[in-house]
């Protein structure tokens, strides 16, 4: 468990990482146009009040009916303090005159320290790129780097919770990246590929699946294929993004001795529309993700860790409106919906198969939230968010519902 001064000093360590990533590309770096280089900070407060009809899980990986509500205590990397700092930091540095460095991190309770990117681009031309390194997915329209976000906590539940987070952050790969113009269309793809386990950046991702205490993941590799398509004429904005993954993990336990294969592919659909009125912005999201894990061993009982199929699917959908009332002041409202459906197949050693519909599992979560972000000039900003949940989760015939509330207040500086 992390206490306050261990996060306090993760988060300064976040900065310290930062700042030596820009020292040693400066130094590489010639001395001419200034503004070839871009570097933002943002580092602060945040403070949270809680109130959820289930204090806390009644059986954790069974009946999560607080976790499920995904409030800001849901699936934290670190233990869950009301008052907690956040730290981000975003970075472009022009090399030369085609070769640039990009660095994306963060460090906050909710997923810990994270480089999301640390990546050489390469602009072969003015239509093509290639980026090598710690590679962002840009599978999303995620806010969180965004340096007038006007949420704490994302309303999409793409980008909070750990069903989707193996998707929705970068690792190491390689990715081809085209940007072109088309009539009165911008057209931009990105091609990628990775593997997490590169420069052991992630050695325990695998989805949201623990297939046992000591498991070890043995391979993780992924492709994907984005498309964002701007109408220059309307400034409607479209993206369809997608993801495949292959993993395996070995559980080396002696009552399992098993391997975990698991594959899921994902879809990300997300529309910026347009209104009458400058000021007022749409967005629309919605997520589809298929997932299938395997697991065979030679001496796991019927119903254990192992020897079963479990398949999953997940869908999330969520509507935004953000209103810049003055360049000080803006407003946002949003709803979500996210919907989990899980089914476990158990079979012996030599393959005798069970099923038990008893064993299908369901979440169904609601959730609407509002948010006031106040920027006071020289840096300092104030967001604050309320958030409204309530959820159902279990399994044919038991059904465990709960609702709850948040309501939080970030202070941040930003230079």
């Not at 909710?110 to 390194?133: C, M, T, W």
């Not at 038990?356 to 006031?372: G, K, N, P, T, V």
């Not at 059904?399 to 930003?414: C, K, T, V």
Request: aromatic share 12%.
């Amino acid at each position: 468990m992390f206490s306050t001064f261990s996060i306090n000093k993760s988060v300064s360590r976040l900065i310290v990482l930062a700042v030596v990533f820009k020292c040693l590309i400066g130094n590489a770096q010639t001395e001419s146009d200034p503004h070839r280089r871009h570097w933002n900070y943002q580092a602060g407060i945040d403070t949270w009040h809680l109130d959820a009809s289930v204090d806390k899980d009644p059986l954790p990986g069974y009946n999560e009916a607080n976790s499920n509500l995904l409030l800001p205590n849901s699936y934290t990397q670190w233990q869950f303090k009301q008052t907690s700092p956040f730290g981000r930091v975003t970075g472009t540095e022009q090399l030369s005159r085609n070769v640039s460095f990009n660095f994306k991190a963060k460090a906050d309770q909710s997923q810990g320290i994270k480089v999301n990117e640390a990546s050489f681009q390469k602009d072969i031309s003015p239509s093509l790129a290639l980026r090598v390194g710690v590679v962002d997915y840009k599978t999303s329209w995620c806010r969180t780097y965004d340096t007038d976000n006007g949420w704490i906590q994302d309303i999409e539940a793409f980008c909070v919770t750990p069903q989707f987070r193996d998707v929705s952050g970068g690792a190491p790969g390689l990715q081809a990246v085209t940007n072109t113009n088309w009539k009165d269309y911008q057209i931009q793809t990105l091609a990628g590929i990775y593997n997490p386990l590169l420069l052991n950046y992630a050695p325990k991702e695998f989805g949201n699946v623990v297939p046992s205490p000591q498991y070890s993941v043995t391979s993780n590799k992924k492709t994907s294929l984005n498309l964002n398509v701007l109408d220059l004429m309307t400034s409607l904005e479209t993206r369809i993004s997608y993801i495949h993954t292959d993993q395996a993990a070995y559980s080396p336990e002696k009552n399992l001795r098993g391997t975990t294969k698991q594959a899921y592919d994902l879809l990300y659909f997300g529309l910026n529309v347009p209104t009458r009125y400058p000021d007022l912005a749409v967005r629309l999201t919605h997520v589809l993700q298929h997932q299938k894990a395997t697991c065979w061993s030679s001496v796991a009982q019927l119903a254990s860790r192992c020897n079963l199929n479990a398949t999953s699917q997940k869908h999330a959908t969520s509507i935004q409106l953000s209103y810049r009332h003055t360049s000080k002041n803006l407003f946002s409202l949003g709803v979500s919906e996210t919907k989990i459906a899980q089914q476990a197949d158990f079979f012996t050693p030599d393959l005798q198969v069970f099923t038990h519909l008893e064993d299908q599992f369901y979440i169904r979560l609601h959730q609407a939230s509002a948010a006031w972000r106040r920027d006071w000039g020289d840096g300092f900003f104030a967001v604050g968010q309320f958030i409204k949940a309530k959820q159902t989760s279990g399994q044919l015939g038991i059904r465990n519902p709960s609702e709850g509330y948040a309501f939080g207040i970030r202070l941040g500086y930003q230079y």
